[in-house]
């Protein structure tokens, strides 16, 4: 294959590019050269066409890049095998690049340098298997890892308390049942069942760098019978402002209790800590579920602690360990706020301290920042804001609208996001906008106008109901006049006495006619009502020739 691709043309293998030698020595010049680096080991493999050659030998050198110094690699000096390895201890420093290179030897026959392209070791190192040593209990299983490559490892050397473990446990009956945690390089395995067989495999991490380790051999362990005294269970801690109450949970009475503690780096330090742990104040042979001890007894930082039980019995195992982290058991009170209504777009929120808060020192040992929670009353839709001032200016808000906000408050770059409660909810409605306004200018201008015109049509309304109800008793002056020469009273009143009209006819100027024409009112309606219509018609007719006779008399009168 090389012999077809030519003297000059590079070969991949490995995720490396190899620079073969002149096509003659084809025979004997290595092929596929593949480098692998678990931990410290380096090992060295490759194929050869000379396997059919006796007495041929194989020999590698290094430099570190740039220096034109090759060295003998040792272990892979002279070798009749097709691989070798080495230790990252004779290169002296794993974070330059070297080169490498290897040749064949038959006799007098010596190949060209076949070299492997400049790498850097560490970059290309995997994680090894780590070591296992287990220790059993009735319910726990007891983990001592030691880390990746050896003591006096310079592959990871700055990276020994980086290393995260990854354990892999199942029952040896039911491989079905694996569960996975992560721990520490000294930890235990809670929650097992006694006398059961259980199998484990481990491996390390790199987190930071995305690197991922072998899994260790399987190992096996029985654990023990169950205990006759009992471990603690149940382990819980909280502050209570200048104190703190650890409590857990035990089934028998006439029982003394006492709890250590211990700083959490050590865990990360791999190696037996029994001598690190340290008894807590007020916690030692305490007959009760429960004690107390004052806050400062731990400094800001992180912690594990733990509790033992005993009687006349025994003592039982240690409880499992319990993270007790000081910031998280701060107390933080919730924030008062208030909301206000500045335009008709925007409302202002203040956030302050609440009484409790005033009255304790335990927020004021860390910074606080706020987290607002905004919304419209009748909307799911929420704006949030994080800060640690105190004042908050929403805007862009509607008119005449109901909005609320909460907040709480939490301590400022805090990993575990340690927070109160969230403040009581605070509602508020925004001014009016100026459409309102408008619309209030022109009512208030509709009404002054329309006063007057109610003024008059009320005004009207009374005038007539007056004319109706309440006439004046005086005729009008046109009326008056008609009644002028004859009281009012004479015509409304009835009476029985008969009025004359006199009238004189005068026939030759010297003979005067007296008639007297007497009407009886009374008689006069009595007789109309009582009369047919025949004697109605005759009476007319009376009437009409007495006219008659008295119009011929004065025509005749005329005449002469």
Same mark, same amino acid.
């Given at each position: 294959?090389?012999?077809?691709?030519?003297?000059?043309?590079?070969?991949?293998?490995?995720?490396?590019?190899?620079?073969?030698?002149?096509?003659?020595?084809?025979?004997?010049?290595?092929?596929?050269?593949?480098?692998?680096?678990? %931990? *410290?080991?380096?090992?060295?493999?490759?194929?050869?066409?000379?396997?059919?050659?006796?007495?041929?030998?194989?020999?590698?050198? &290094?430099?570190?890049?740039?220096?034109?110094?090759?060295?003998?690699?040792?272990?892979?000096?002279?070798?009749?095998?097709?691989?070798?390895?080495?230790?990252? $201890?004779?290169?002296?420093?794993?974070?330059?690049?070297?080169?490498?290179?290897?040749?064949?030897?038959?006799?007098?026959?010596?190949?060209?340098?076949?070299?492997?392209?400049?790498?850097?070791?560490?970059?290309?190192?995997?994680?090894?298997?780590?070591?296992?040593?287990?220790?059993?209990? *009735?319910?726990?299983?007891?983990?001592?890892?030691? =880390?990746?490559?050896?003591? *006096? /490892?310079?592959?990871?050397?700055? %990276?020994?308390?980086?290393?995260?473990?990854?354990?892999?446990?199942?029952?040896?009956?039911? #491989?079905?049942?694996?569960?996975?945690?992560?721990?520490?390089?000294?930890?235990?395995?809670?929650?097992?069942?006694?006398?059961?067989? @259980?199998?484990?495999?481990?491996?390390?991490?790199?987190?930071?760098?995305?690197?991922?380790?072998?899994?260790?051999?399987?190992?096996?362990?029985?654990?023990?019978?169950?205990?006759?005294?009992?471990?603690?269970?149940? !382990?819980?801690?909280?502050?209570?402002?200048?104190?703190?109450?650890?409590?857990?949970?035990?089934? &028998?009475?006439?029982?003394?209790?006492?709890?250590?503690?211990?700083?959490?780096?050590?865990?990360?330090?791999?190696?037996?800590? #029994?001598?690190?742990?340290?008894?807590?104040?007020?916690?030692?042979?305490?007959?009760?579920?429960?004690?107390? +001890?004052?806050?400062?007894?731990?400094?800001?930082?992180?912690?594990?602690?733990?509790?033992?039980?005993?009687?006349?019995?025994?003592?039982?195992?240690?409880?499992?360990?319990?993270?007790?982290?000081?910031?998280?058991?701060?107390?933080?009170?919730? =924030?008062?706020?208030?909301?206000?209504?500045?335009? *008709?777009?925007?409302?202002?929120?203040?956030?302050?301290?609440?009484?409790? #808060?005033?009255?304790?020192?335990?927020?004021?040992? &860390?910074?606080?920042?706020?987290?607002?929670? +905004?919304?419209?009353?009748? /909307?799911?839709?929420?704006?949030?804001?994080?800060?640690?001032?105190?004042?908050?200016?929403?805007?862009?808000?509607?008119?005449?609208?109901? &909005?609320?906000?909460?907040?709480?408050?939490?301590?400022?770059?805090?990993?575990?996001?340690?927070?109160?409660?969230?403040?009581?909810?605070?509602?508020?409605?925004?001014? =009016?906008?100026?459409?309102?306004?408008?619309?209030?200018?022109?009512?208030?201008?509709?009404?002054?106008? #329309?006063?007057?015109?109610?003024?008059?049509?009320?005004?009207?309304?009374?005038?007539?109901?007056? @004319?109706?109800?309440?006439?004046?008793?005086?005729? =009008?002056?046109?009326?008056?006049?008609? +009644?002028?020469?004859?009281?009012?009273?004479?015509?409304?009143?009835?009476?029985?006495?008969?009025?004359?009209?006199?009238?004189?006819?005068?026939?030759?100027?010297?003979?005067?006619?007296?008639?007297?024409?007497?009407?009886? !009112?009374?008689?006069?309606?009595?007789?109309?009502?009582?009369?047919?219509?025949?004697?109605?018609?005759?009476?007319?007719?009376?009437?009409?020739?007495?006219?008659?006779?008295?119009?011929?008399?004065?025509?005749?009168?005329?005449? $002469?």
């Amino acid at each position: 294959m090389l012999a077809l691709l030519g003297a000059t043309t590079l070969m991949l293998v490995a995720g490396r590019w190899v620079l073969p030698a002149a096509s003659g020595e084809a025979n004997l010049k290595p092929e596929n050269v593949e480098i692998h680096i678990i %931990d *410290d080991n380096f090992f060295l493999k490759w194929n050869s066409s000379s396997e059919s050659v006796r007495n041929v030998t194989f020999s590698a050198d &290094y430099q570190i890049l740039g220096t034109d110094n090759w060295k003998k690699l040792p272990g892979c000096q002279n070798t009749t095998s097709t691989n070798c390895s080495f230790s990252s $201890v004779e290169l002296k420093n794993v974070f330059e690049k070297i080169e490498l290179r290897i040749r064949a030897e038959e006799g007098n026959n010596t190949t060209m340098w076949y070299e492997v392209e400049p790498f850097v070791p560490f970059l290309e190192a995997q994680i090894g298997p780590p070591d296992v040593h287990l220790e059993a209990e *009735d319910k726990a299983i007891i983990l001592s890892i030691s =880390p990746p490559g050896t003591e *006096d /490892s310079i592959m990871w050397a700055t %990276d020994r308390l980086n290393f995260r473990y990854s354990v892999v446990i199942w029952k040896n009956s039911s #491989s079905l049942e694996e569960r996975t945690e992560t721990v520490y390089p000294e930890d235990k395995i809670y929650k097992l069942s006694p006398e059961i067989t @259980y199998c484990l495999k481990v491996k390390a991490e790199l987190p930071l760098q995305s690197r991922v380790g072998y899994y260790s051999p399987v190992y096996c362990i029985n654990t023990t019978e169950r205990h006759n005294v009992p471990s603690p269970e149940n !382990i819980q801690i909280n502050a209570d402002n200048q104190v703190c109450v650890l409590k857990w949970d035990y089934p &028998y009475e006439n029982t003394t209790f006492r709890a250590q503690w211990l700083r959490a780096f050590f865990k990360k330090i791999p190696g037996k800590h #029994s001598d690190k742990w340290k008894q807590i104040l007020n916690c030692e042979n305490v007959t009760t579920t429960r004690c107390v +001890f004052p806050r400062n007894a731990f400094p800001s930082g992180i912690y594990y602690v733990r509790v033992q039980a005993s009687n006349g019995n025994g003592t039982s195992f240690w409880s499992e360990e319990k993270k007790f982290y000081i910031e998280m058991k701060t107390v933080i009170f919730p =924030p008062v706020i208030s909301l206000k209504s500045i335009t *008709d777009d925007s409302l202002h929120v203040s956030v302050g301290a609440s009484e409790e #808060s005033e009255n304790t020192s335990g927020n004021q040992l &860390y910074p606080l920042i706020y987290e607002v929670i +905004f919304w419209e009353n009748t /909307s799911n839709a929420e704006r949030k804001v994080l800060e640690k001032r105190t004042e908050f200016t929403f805007l862009d808000l509607k008119p005449l609208t109901v &909005y609320c906000v909460k907040a709480r408050a939490l301590i400022e770059n805090d990993r575990r996001n340690k927070s109160s409660n969230f403040s009581d909810t605070v509602c508020e409605k925004t001014k =009016p906008g100026d459409t309102s306004k408008t619309w209030l200018k022109a009512g208030i201008c509709t009404a002054l106008f #329309s006063i007057p015109v109610v003024i008059y049509v009320v005004r009207l309304f009374l005038r007539c109901v007056k @004319y109706v109800f309440f006439p004046s008793s005086k005729p =009008p002056s046109s009326v008056d006049e008609y +009644f002028s020469d004859q009281p009012l009273k004479n015509l409304l009143l009835s009476t029985s006495e008969e009025q004359t009209e006199r009238c004189f006819i005068i026939e030759n100027a010297s003979i005067i006619t007296e008639i007297e024409e007497t009407n009886e !009112i009374d008689e006069v309606h009595k007789n109309y009502n009582s009369q047919t219509s025949q004697d109605s018609g005759n009476y007319s007719n009376e009437d009409e020739n007495s006219g008659s006779k008295i119009s011929e008399e004065f025509l005749q009168q005329d005449s $002469v």
